[in-house]
């Protein structure tokens, strides 16, 4: 049977166990059913609990280790002569195994040993298949069923069900916990792949940037080099423009909306600029490309400038935009955070608005606004798809916004789209490129986050 | 006399006066320039793409030959099939401009007609064998430059080498159009088509179903989970450092790069776990990874807007705290958590960033049936296109652009019109 006729088959036997519990629950409570602990539903839902739980967990088990003990089992079948072979050559063979299975297209034709291998193959697949099964079913029954025997007027259902149902709640509260986990450890295995083949100070240091590896060793340009410099200079250039226009723009966008703008007007634009921090990101970068790229670089001709069609300006122009709103909405929350008092100290003793809002209202919201233009910057250094879109490829190490940049996501995106191995350096270092990325932009929200809360009770 | 204290207040009045015009001024210009960039932004789209909705197609009198289609004459539904019903639309072509004798002229001749017209003779025929033999009139979809000279984005002055379309084929299209045998109709291919390598055939249906597919895996895994954690979190949890320690960690999850949760699929889905590549459920499992801490967020606001005298009358009642939680607590919350997840739902839909690590970057013609097909989603399609360098392709790009704003606009309209429907003052 197929998984989803598994669980279609364990959510019916599970809401026939609820009713098996619930009628037991008032059988053996008899005519006195007020002698129940709990209400009938309650053993109906133990029962199910236990029914469908045990069921589960084995079939995520199984399913996550079947192909890998399978595989086991295969190669140990093999005639000796393929046991001695190294371990990617192994993978091969088994991949092939595989695709002949499913019918797809295999790279050599298959010799008598490797026919052999797949029908194995094929049915320690079908006998995996038919035991998970019969054994998913009973685990099932048998739940059910023990579950059933406990049910009795003195059995404390509800409170069983209860802390079922928290551990639950707990076990979904920590899926952040393993995402970051996560996170971190795949980027950290294959990163220490790549630092034993690159040098991490060549990595971090290095100037020049070309991933290429070499499929013969006497192929021209086999070095291959990856000093991430390049990169980081392009991130930054881009960010930095990027910030040059979302900072000011959005800052004093967000004082002018709280402090001076007509309710209505302010009613209007600012839901208007927050439909800006919700437009995705590949729209922002096909209009890049369409038509902001053409637009400076038609500019740059008529004052005699050079423009690259890929450059970092445009690409940061629109970042720069796309971030406007998400600066002015947390400047907006730091401003009015600043109490009243403040402000009307300020006016009574005679300054005007705008002196009360620069000498008063922005010191005191300074930290605030640092701690937002950090997450800002947090967001413009991992910003993918307008880069991709509307930056450029080669890896040139220049200050100059009317050249073509690239930075570290557009290079993970090349790297790691298209068919990979994943044994080369090369892909490898898209890995190494992640865990750069999210160390920085970590670190910059931990900062942000540590500075915006401390401000926030400052105030409170 | 001397200066009293107000005359020199008096004296600087006018520059401070000007300071606050001009501060007053710089907001006006700033909150302009947001606006005026959103502007742009909708008019340089929506000029770019209102034409994809229309599609220039061309009447042909096709004569659907017996000795072509079915010499045998054994309308086996097989043979049918592989007939060379090009020879019928070529044959029609030169019947319509039979001044054309030159090679190279005639193949340039047939392919002003897009290659999809094969596939609508062949499905005419397959429907209802009794045409063989007759002539029909079909309005067959034309090829893209064709279309392109038609809206008029290929410029008749620029001298003929740099054109993508030479005199002589202008020529041709301009007497099929004195001929009324050219027509811009509704472009229901590009709503109906998975994708192509031929401009006039490709649509967006597949990309639309992959992202369904995607949206319903996203959602199926954030929604529930999300609640739950959200449910612990402002509930149940004890504050102690192991629950400080989760919520450091789902706000820093809230502010985590997207392609960084790629990078994550890529290695524990796709390598480690060998689920397929380019599939909606893996898709669907990176973002509602990326879409957790959003939907956790939402949700424990509205927990928190819940007041505490609803949980004590139902403490005082007797109910357990999960009696209390899920009879009252949780109801109440609802509509604000639903409101949270769909924000969440729009943002997962914009996103591709993540999916082009996961493979969901393919050339797939097919519409997927199942969230393990191999498919694309609307943004990452909308990627692919921006990359072709046909002209035709720009337009459509930018109609898909509109079409996937639409379903954003969908989807936050739903989720103001929820608060606002359900929003409760205690």
Known sequence: MSTPLLIAVLLLLAAAAFEFGRRRALQVAGPEFRTLHSLPRYYGSYTALWCALPALILLGAWLAFEDKIITILVIADLPAAYQSLSEPELNLIVNDLRNQLSGNVVSRELNLDMQAAVKHYGSLRATSKAALAVIFLSVAMLGMGLAWRKIAPDFWARNRVEAIVKVLLIICSTLAIFTTIGIVLSVLFESIRFFRAVPVFDFLFGLEWSPQTAIREDQVGSSGAFGAVPLFAGTLLISLIAMLVAAPVGLTSAIYLSEYSHPRFRAAAKPLLEILAGIPTVVYGFFAALTVAPLIRDAGTNFGLDVSSESALAAGLVMGIMIIPFVSSISDDVINAVPQSLRDGSLALGSTQSEMIRKVVLPAALPGIVGGLLLAISRAIGETMIVVMAAGLAANLTVNPLEAVTTVTVQIVTLLVGDQEFDSPKTLAAFALGLMLFLVTLALNVIALYVVRKYREQYE | ?426
């Open chain 2, 1 to 426: 006399m001397t200066p009293t204290t107000a005359d020199k207040i008096q004296a600087g009045l006018k520059k401070r006066y000007a300071a606050e015009r001009r501060f007053r001024g710089y907001g006006l210009v700033s909150v302009t320039i947001g606006l005026a960039a959103l502007l742009l932004l909708f008019v340089s789209i929506i000029g770019n793409g209102y034409s994809a909705f229309q599609q220039t197609f061309v009447k042909l009198d096709v004569q659907f030959d017996e000795a072509v289609i079915d010499p045998k004459g054994t309308r086996d539904p097989q043979s049918l099939a592989r007939a060379d019903y090009g020879q019928l639309i070529k044959k029609t072509m030169r019947e319509l401009f039979p001044e054309v004798k030159n090679r190279r002229d005639k193949r340039k001749l047939y392919k002003l007609v897009s290659p999809g017209a094969v596939f609508i003779l062949q499905d005419m025929v397959r429907k209802d064998p009794e045409l063989i033999g007759t002539s029909q009139t079909v309005w067959v979809p034309a090829d893209d430059d064709v279309d392109m000279l038609i809206k008029g984005y290929i410029d008749r002055d620029v001298p003929e080498s740099a054109r993508r379309l030479n005199d002589k084929e202008i020529a041709w299209i301009d007497a099929l159009a004195a001929t009324g045998s050219l027509e811009k109709r509704f472009n229901k291919i590009f709503f109906t088509a998975g994708d192509s390598r031929e401009p006039e055939l490709a649509g967006i249906w597949g990309a639309v179903v992959g992202s369904f597919y995607t949206l319903v895996v996203t959602l199926a895994l954030s929604f529930p989970i999300g609640v739950a954690a959200a449910v612990y979190l402002q509930e149940f949890a004890p504050r102690n450092r192991w629950t400080d320690f989760i919520e450091v960690n789902i706000n820093n999850l809230a502010a985590v790069p997207s392609i960084v949760f790629g990078l994550l699929g890529l290695s524990v889905f796709l390598n480690f776990m060998s689920l397929p590549r380019s599939a909606p459920l893996v898709g669907g499992l990176v973002l509602s990874l990326m879409t957790l801490p959003t939907v956790i967020i939402a949700s424990r606001a509205s927990l928190q807007s819940v007041p505490p005298s609803i949980r004590e009358g139902a403490l005082g009642m007797g109910a357990s705290q999960m009696q209390m939680v899920a009879h009252h607590v949780l109801p109440l919350a609802m509509p604000g958590m639903l409101t949270g997840t769909i924000i969440g739902m729009a943002r997962a839909l914009g996103e591709s960033a993540p999916l082009l690590m996961i493979g969901m970057v393919a050339f797939i013609v097919n519409v997927p049936e199942g969230p393990l097909d191999p498919s694309t989603v609307l943004p990452v399609q909308i990627y692919l296109w921006a990359d072709t360098p046909e002209r035709a392709f720009v337009e459509r790009t930018s109609a898909a652009t509109l079409v996937l704003l639409a379903f954003l606009v969908i989807m936050n309209g739903a989720a103001v019109w929820l608060r606002k429907r359900f929003e409760q003052r205690w």
